[in-house]
């Protein structure tokens, strides 16, 4: 007996111990439509089912709605949703699309059509309707584009925007509200001769929990060995988490 499938009974009281194969007839032995599923339902009617349920929370649709698709052969469809889904309606994490990730390498090692390629889509889906739902990056791409559109639309107008960006040209420019990004990877932090050891005070920071315990230690051998010289004033700013009210103030020093 096939190891990954436990023996039960068909519908004409035959013991089965396979996966049932594809045979292009639904449940009830109609033959089924181009984009039809073993069930009788819409396979795009089943997709976005699965997003809704996803956005809701709602484990047993999500869960349903990936067997049903990976039992009728839309496998590929299914997993190009969660991973699409992963971006689109998830809060930023790592973990969900990892586990999304590998529950389609099992998937496709096992075949989709067999009792564990369908658990496999099955865990996925709930691990993303699990996830905390959020169109964080569907919203910020749609802002960011709308805002785009009227700032270029007020340019042409010779006009201010009534939007803008999160970031201005004032802001993005030495001296401004960012200046610590133009170190010497940049072109003008170059010119503003802002070599590596700018970079280790200012730009290498991090927050606003700080450097872990080994991290600053490994850190501060660091700067002790370097060949430029630090300050203590300038080690302890290098080791400094950020202000998490304003983590982007960062004083100057004297050379």
Same mark, same amino acid.
């Given at each position: 007996m096939d190891e990954e499938r436990q023996a039960t009974f068909g519908p004409d009281g035959e013991l089965e111990t396979e996966a049932p194969e594809a045979t292009g007839t639904n449940d009830f032995g109609e033959e089924t439509g181009a984009d039809e599923t073993d069930g009788g339902f819409n396979r795009y009617a089943v997709v976005s089912l699965l997003q809704k349920a996803i956005r809701r929370g709602d484990e047993e649709v999500s869960a349903w709605c990936a067997w049903e698709l990976a039992r009728s052969g839309f496998g590929w469809n299914l997993w190009d949703r969660l991973n699409t889904f992963v971006v689109e309606d998830l809060r930023a994490d790592a973990q969900a699309?990892?586990?999304?990730?590998?529950?389609?390498?099992?998937?496709?090692?096992?075949?989709?059509?067999?009792? #564990?390629?369908?658990?496999? &889509? =099955?865990? +996925?889906?709930?691990?993303? *309707?699990?996830? @905390? /739902?959020? #169109?964080?990056?569907?919203? &910020? =791409?749609? +802002?960011?584009?709308?805002? *785009?559109?009227? @700032? /270029?639309?007020?340019?042409?107008?010779?006009?201010?925007? +009534?939007?803008?960006?999160?970031?201005?040209d004032e802001d993005l420019a030495a001296g401004g509200k960012y200046d610590v990004a133009l170190d010497g990877h940049t072109g003008e932090g170059a010119r503003l001769d802002r070599s590596s050891p700018f970079f280790r005070v200012h730009g290498a920071r991090v927050g606003p929990e700080g450097e872990p315990e080994l991290s600053a230690r490994w850190k501060r051998l660091y700067l002790a060995l370097d060949e430029y010289d630090y300050t203590e004033e300038e080690v302890a700013h290098a080791l400094d988490a950020v202000d998490a009210d304003d983590p982007w103030t960062d004083p100057g020093f004297d050379d």
């Open positions: 699309a990892l586990l999304v990730g590998r529950y389609e390498e099992l998937a496709e090692d096992w075949d989709m059509d067999s009792r #564990r390629g369908q658990m496999a &889509a =099955v865990q +996925a889906a709930l691990v993303v *309707a699990r996830a @905390r /739902a959020a #169109r964080e990056g569907a919203n &910020a =791409v749609n +802002a960011f584009h709308a805002i *785009a559109k009227r @700032r /270029a639309e007020a340019h042409e107008a010779g006009e201010e925007p +009534a939007h803008s960006f999160p970031v201005s």
